[in-house]
């Protein structure tokens, strides 16, 4: 199976190019043309093995839901020429990420199991246990670090630091909680939870979008709806749609990105499990058949109908 680790393509008026974690960005001025790669980030590490067909997931789970969120806040996406690219206008972004979250799971879980009940300035209730609601979503910002490890932070902290203005911040937080509304109401009716999830803010021309991902399976955790309760009250694990199962694997093999762990090799097998949950998660949460792109010769294909759309 064949997949894209990188590329590094130069196209006309290009000024830059940004190799992100799972992303090659390319800069034309006053657009981005960004290539989703099927690179694949846990603890903010990537992996050694890209994964077939993540990037045209996760392209196409963005544009899905960037199409069905833009009444609620405009976003920065203009055309989708190729299954892993999007073109789109050029913001500044904003260096915050805006978790929101439903549910105690991952990272909350992980900081709530070891004791602590206030993440990023927000009080957690005493007595809940794994994957248990909230009495209602909290929003839980990051710093967006361009290197390193992102960090939690409090609204307190961000107004302190002045990263936005008051007024800047309640924008983001109304958006991002509507955001999430939405995204919890069409995952409901693919009988699905969505549990947590991060957006991405930007200013083009002094007014805000939403850029990047939104309610892909990089940047949300969703459970299945089906047999949620009974899992809970039994103590069981909550079967889910997101990529916590490779944080999993890694732990379970050593490696939570801290000094001195060394990276593990994903076996062939394990790599073809990823990327059919990839796709079992695309198809689950937007309801549509997922439709494999041609794979040969990725490289030339992208850039051939990147070129198309920039002339």
């Avoid at 983001?172 to 919890?184: E, H, K, N, V």
């Avoid at 990529?243 to 001195?260: A, S, Y």
């Amino acid at each position: 199976m064949s997949a894209i680790a990188s590329t590094d393509f130069n196209f006309p008026g290009q000024q830059g190019v940004y190799h992100g974690k799972v992303r090659d960005v390319y800069d034309l001025g006053n657009q981005l043309v960004i290539v989703s790669t099927d690179r694949i980030s846990a603890f903010d590490h990537i992996l050694s093995q890209p994964i077939p067909y993540k990037g045209q997931v996760l392209n196409q789970t963005a544009a899905y839901f960037l199409n069905a969120t833009q009444d609620i806040v405009p976003n920065w996406l203009q055309k989708s020429p190729d299954p892993n690219v999007s073109i789109g206008l050029k913001c500044e972004p904003i260096k915050l990420e805006m978790v929101v979250r439903g549910y105690l799971a991952g990272h909350a879980w992980r900081e709530y199991k070891a004791g602590k009940r206030v993440l990023c300035g927000v009080t957690m209730p005493e007595g809940m246990k794994e994957n248990d609601a909230f009495p209602s979503p909290i929003i839980t910002p990051a710093t967006k670090a361009d290197e390193g490890h992102d960090e939690d932070i409090s609204k307190e902290d961000i107004l302190a630091k002045k990263i936005v203005s008051p007024e800047l911040w309640q924008q983001l937080a109304d958006y991002s909680l509507a955001l999430f509304a939405r995204g919890t109401e069409l995952a409901k009716k693919q009988d699905l939870i969505l549990v947590d999830t991060k957006y991405e803010f930007g200013i083009h021309e002094g007014k805000l979008y939403l850029i990047d991902e939104v309610h892909t399976p990089d940047s949300s955790r969703y459970f299945y709806a089906d047999g949620y309760s009974e899992r809970q009250a039994a103590g069981e694990k909550q079967r889910q749609l997101s990529k916590e199962f490779v944080r999993e694997w890694l732990m379970d093999n050593g490696f939570q990105g801290l000094e001195g762990q060394t990276l593990p090799t994903m076996p062939t097998s394990f790599v073809q499990t990823v990327s059919e949950r990839y796709i079992e998660l695309y198809e689950k949460v937007t309801g549509q058949k997922f439709q494999k792109s041609e794979a040969i010769d990725l490289h030339a294909r992208i850039e051939t109908n990147i070129l198309a759309a920039i002339s």
